[in-house]
């Protein structure tokens, strides 16, 4: 009888470490000694040590066992380290025979574990950023900063860069806004109301990330004036006054890429003086705008949303479509760029759509129990096997692989 049991076993300090946070190790490690060159044995035994540090402060092992009359098969083991060792000392060195030995000490920054107690998965989930329009567009008249509309959302993939569990696809020229003062809710040509995205698909992207500036205005307008030197000398010197006050309102909706289906929206506001003389053309992300009070605080507000993007997608399991079946085989499109590599192993989900009493759509991921073993991964797609037919599983086109 064959019964498949699965377990993830949670090592050290994984579920209270917080965010680059840093915990100072001891590690030894080694190596051996070959030709006589001591200095590459002990550049190996360093590397032996920092591995050695980065399991020690926080790891996790994953494996898939099958039992099969009594007997247990490991059918994948997998061990990660979470860590990134930083500042390491050699604290020791010493040869035993043809071995070299290293005790070395080191800083490991750990990730933060997911409120599941599990650990942030390797896979990269895709996120596509797009657009921001501006609910008022003359309000960004003043310093000429109306390319904040797509560079905005530029900067934010670009602080997101370094994000090891996102794929960013930088869209910031396609607007998925039709009324930015009614978004995210918007009318369907039926006249039901949603705030679904109708046109996810076409994005190709687990996740979407659109938006609206709701507000980029001064604290005290003032219309329009024949230049004065005068009165703009006057203004900078003043610089801290209450009315050269500016603000900038961001709403984000974050999307579901596979159904539409709004995940998540949340508004970030920021304000700063803005003394730059009223009839100069600035510049959004230009060095004058970055100089200002206005522009240092809109780098915060770009930290804030990358922080809460971070967070909120760490964690969420990686999931692809399905492009193509054909008999045992099926085709994905995801492949090496997000992490896939032959032999990874997902779980396969099928895409149901219903419809509620208003006829709006929703989509459900039922689980079929199919696994797919990849056996050919490219930079953007990938390929595996399952163990029986798609088609009598009733597997197709556009239903979900999901990492288990």
Known sequence: MLSTLRHLIIVALICTALPA?????????????????????????????????????????????????????????????????????????????????????????????CESGLAPLGYRKSLALTLFPLQSPA????????????????????????????????????????????????????????????????????????????????????????????????NQADYASQRHLRNLSLELFLYDGFSGELIE???????????????????????????????????????????WLSSRLRCEPFAARITRTEGDRIWIDAGSRQGLKKGDKLSIYRRMTHYDDQMRSYSELSDTHETLTLDLVQPGLARGRIPGDSLSQNIQRDDIVMSR
Not at 98 to 113: K, T
Not at 175 to 191: C, I, K, M, R
Not at 269 to 291: I, K, L, V
């Open 139 to 234: 309000q960004a008249s003043s310093g000429d900063l109306g390319t904040i509309q797509s560079a905005l959302p530029g900067l934010i993939a670009d602080a997101l860069a370094d994000e090891k569990a996102l794929d960013l696809l930088k869209l910031t020229h396609v607007n998925l806004v039709t009324d930015p003062a009614s978004a995210p809710t918007l009318q369907l040509p039926e006249g039901r109301i949603s705030n679904a995205l109708q046109s996810s698909e076409s994005m190709r992207s687990q996740f979407i990330l659109s938006g609206v500036i709701r507000d980029m205005s001064m604290r005290t307008p003032v219309g329009p004036r024949e230049p004065n030197i005068l009165v703009d000398l006057y």
């Open 265 to 307: 929206q949340k508004s970030f506001n920021t304000q700063g003086r803005w003394t730059r003389p009223r009839e100069e053309r600035t510049g959004f992300a230009t060095a004058p705008f970055w100089q200002q009070d206005y522009g240092q605080n809109t780098r915060k507000l770009i930290t804030e949303v990358r922080d």
């Open 21 to 113: 946070h840093a915990l100072q190790v001891e590690a030894e490690g080694s190596a051996a000694i070959v030709n006589g060159d001591i200095e590459q044995a002990r550049r190996s035994a360093i590397a032996d040590a920092r591995q050695a540090a980065a399991l020690q402060s926080a790891a996790y092992i994953s494996a898939t066992q099958a039992i099969t009359n009594g007997v247990l098969d490991v059918d994948t083991l997998e061990l990660r380290a979470l860590g990134e060792v930083k500042n390491v000392k050699t604290l020791d060195e010493w040869i035993q025979g043809s071995i070299l030995f290293v005790r070395i000490q080191a800083e490991v920054y750990v990730e933060q574990g």
